[in-house]
Structures are given as C-alpha cells and as structure tokens.
C-alpha cells in the first residue's frame, strides 16, 4: 500500500500547553482524509506541522518522501496549504495577488495558471478589482486559487467552508469531490461533521493524540450494535417481557408505541424477533433501521478517550 503521508509519534509542545501528542497517521496516495476533533484538539497544529510550517517538538514525517523539518522547500513544491483564516494584499486585485504567490514557482506559465484557476472558481470577471472588496465567500474561492495554482499534487485544506454560506460551500465541496477524482490527496480538517462524511474516504478523530481512524461505516459499527425501530399499534407489558427475554436482544427502549431493539447480530436476528413479536399477538405496523450520524460517532469517540485520560 501506498502512503503519501507518514507521520510516526509527532508530537508539538507549547510552553502553555501539549498540542499533539504521539501522533502517528499514514494517509494514501489520492485518498481524501478528513480530520476532525474538538476545538483545541491539535488539528491547525498537526497541519502546520505536516506542512512544513512549524516544526514538530519530537517525532517525524515524511510527505511524498520529502522530510517536514529537512526538505521544507521541496516539500512546498509539492503540497497547496490552505489556511483558516487566509490573508491577501487587500489593496491588490484578485490577479496581482495571484501573480504575486504564483512568480514564487519557476515552472509555471503564471498567466495561464492564473487564468485557469480565477475561471474555475468564478472569478474571472472579477479578477481586476481590489480583494478588499471581496465577500468572504469570494476570498475563500481566492485562497482556493492560490492553492492550486501551482498543481500540487497533495492538499492541506483547513475548515475550507467555514463561515461561507450553502451555496458556496457546495460549490467548495463540488471543487473538493473535482480534486479527489483527479487524484489529488487532500488532508481535510474540519469542524462539519456531515461534510467529512460526505467527502472522506476514511476519518481521523483526533484529541491531542489519535482517537481513532477509520472509515465512517466501520466506525459505526465498531462503536454501535446495529438497532431495529418497530412501530407498533399498541405496546403492553407482555409484548415488551417477551422482546427483553430474547437472547439475541441487548437492550431496548420504548418511546410511545415504538420499541428501540438493540440486537447483537442485525442482519441474523430481525426476522427471529419479527417472529417472535407476532407470536405474542403483537400488530406491527412498521420496521426501521435506526441509522446513527456522523456527530453519533464523534461524540461517543471522544467521549471515550476522556474516560480512559481519567
């Protein structure tokens, strides 16, 4: 297998606090990975460290072969950063911005790359008034640009839809699946957890160090047993003692006339318990799969991890 990105045991330290603790993550040639973790759980820091912009306290990385601490200016030939909070020229037009970041790279014919990537994120017709005037949405699209405008092969974006508005996030989410199916490696870092389940092909939650990494669907169910709604015409106590003493049951919980069953074996046991719920003459009038979220996942993850720190 192909990894991209190897980091082993990088750890940052501050002197007010530890940033990132022993985080070892390997992400695949042209795999999307999403990061997530609460506010402050290192996820800017392990970025910037990937990136080449600060360096690690302890612990290595290597990204397409080349050394986040040793091989910084190969390294930046090679990645697009996007920052949270991307700063321009304000009294520069969208193009001169661009010209200005794009001269950096001696490879490039910077008036085509320029041209290509101001009309791909809608900017062309803007492109000779000054960023001051700008919306966020249109800056962000920008620092997109900027991004890009070298083809690196391999993308740190950090919360690239935060504080834009539906339609312009879509339109970065739509340019994000464009850069995937290209084969571009992109390490996401976000706060929207339906995005990273609509976007990554597999999730990283970090709290300092590593909860867990995996994809969304083996997440679930590592942490969940699979559960059955059952809408029922009416719930009594028979009905409920008979679905409790079936040993393929874990647990289950009525809500009005529908019954929550927690089963240890989904795909096996539902027409046993189907059975089993006629046979005390109970009317059923609806069976479901309870489908859990994204954030299901993420807040029992972390969760966890803050019971195994105490």
């Given at each position: 297998?192909?990894?991209?990105?190897?980091?082993?045991?990088?750890?940052?330290?501050?002197?007010?606090?530890?940033?990132?603790?022993?985080?070892?993550?390997?992400?695949?040639?042209?795999?999307?990975?999403?990061?997530?973790?609460?506010?402050?759980?290192?996820?800017?820091?392990?970025?910037?460290?990937?990136?080449?912009?600060?360096?690690?306290?302890?612990?290595?990385?290597?990204?397409?072969?080349?050394?986040?601490?040793?091989?910084?200016?190969?390294?930046?030939?090679?990645?697009?950063?996007?920052?949270?909070?991307?700063?321009?020229?304000?009294?520069?037009?969208?193009?001169?911005?661009?010209?200005?970041?794009?001269?950096?790279?001696?490879?490039?014919?910077?008036?085509?790359?320029?041209?290509?990537?101001?009309?791909?994120?809608?900017?062309?017709?803007?492109?000779?008034?000054?960023?001051?005037?700008?919306?966020?949405?249109?800056?962000?699209?920008?620092?997109?640009?900027?991004?890009?405008?070298?083809?690196?092969?391999?993308?740190?974006?950090?919360?690239?839809?935060?504080?834009?508005?539906?339609?312009?996030?879509?339109?970065?989410?739509?340019?994000?699946?464009?850069?995937?199916?290209?084969?571009?490696?992109?390490?996401?870092?976000?706060?929207?957890?339906?995005?990273?389940?609509?976007?990554?092909?597999?999730?990283?939650?970090?709290?300092?160090?590593?909860?867990?990494?995996?994809?969304?669907?083996?997440?679930?169910?590592?942490?969940?047993?699979?559960?059955?709604?059952?809408?029922?015409?009416k719930v009594n106590n028979p009905i409920l003692d008979t679905v409790k003493k079936l040993n393929f049951v874990e647990r289950v919980k009525q809500i009005d006339n529908q019954l929550q069953i927690e089963l240890i074996?989904?795909?096996?046991?539902?027409?046993?318990?189907?059975?089993?719920?006629?046979?005390?003459?109970?009317?059923?009038?609806?069976?479901?799969?309870?489908?859990?979220?994204?954030?299901?996942?993420?807040?029992?993850?972390?969760?966890?991890?803050?019971?195994?720190?105490?």
């Open positions: 297998m192909s990894f991209i990105i190897k980091s082993s045991n990088l750890t940052k330290i501050f002197p007010e606090r530890v940033a990132v603790k022993d985080l070892s993550l390997n992400v695949k040639k042209g795999e999307l990975l999403g990061l997530l973790g609460p506010n402050g759980a290192g996820k800017t820091t392990t970025i910037r460290m990937l990136s080449g912009i600060i360096s690690p306290t302890s612990g290595s990385a290597q990204v397409a072969g080349y050394d986040i601490e040793n091989e910084v200016e190969d390294l930046h030939e090679v990645i697009g950063l996007l920052t949270e909070t991307p700063g321009f020229y304000e009294s520069l037009s969208a193009w001169r911005n661009l010209e200005f970041f794009a001269n950096f790279y001696a490879h490039l014919d910077v008036e085509y790359q320029i041209e290509k990537y101001l009309k791909i994120m809608g900017l062309w017709e803007r492109r000779d008034e000054k960023v001051s005037g700008f919306s966020k949405g249109m800056k962000q699209k920008l620092a997109l640009a900027r991004s890009l405008i070298h083809e690196p092969e391999i993308l740190f974006f950090d919360e690239p839809t935060a504080g834009l508005d539906p339609q312009a996030s879509r339109e970065v989410r739509d340019l994000l699946m464009k850069l995937k199916k290209e084969g571009r490696t992109i390490f996401l870092c976000t706060h929207n957890l339906e995005e990273a389940e609509i976007l990554a092909d597999r999730i990283a939650l970090i709290d300092t160090n590593l909860v867990a990494l995996d994809t969304s669907s083996n997440l679930k169910s590592q942490i969940f047993n699979k559960t059955v709604m059952v809408d029922l015409e074996d989904f795909d096996r046991y539902v027409p046993d318990l189907i059975k089993a719920l006629v046979e005390s003459d109970a009317r059923i009038k609806g069976v479901s799969e309870t489908k859990h979220s994204m954030e299901d996942i993420y807040l029992a993850l972390i969760k966890s991890n803050e019971g195994e720190r105490l």
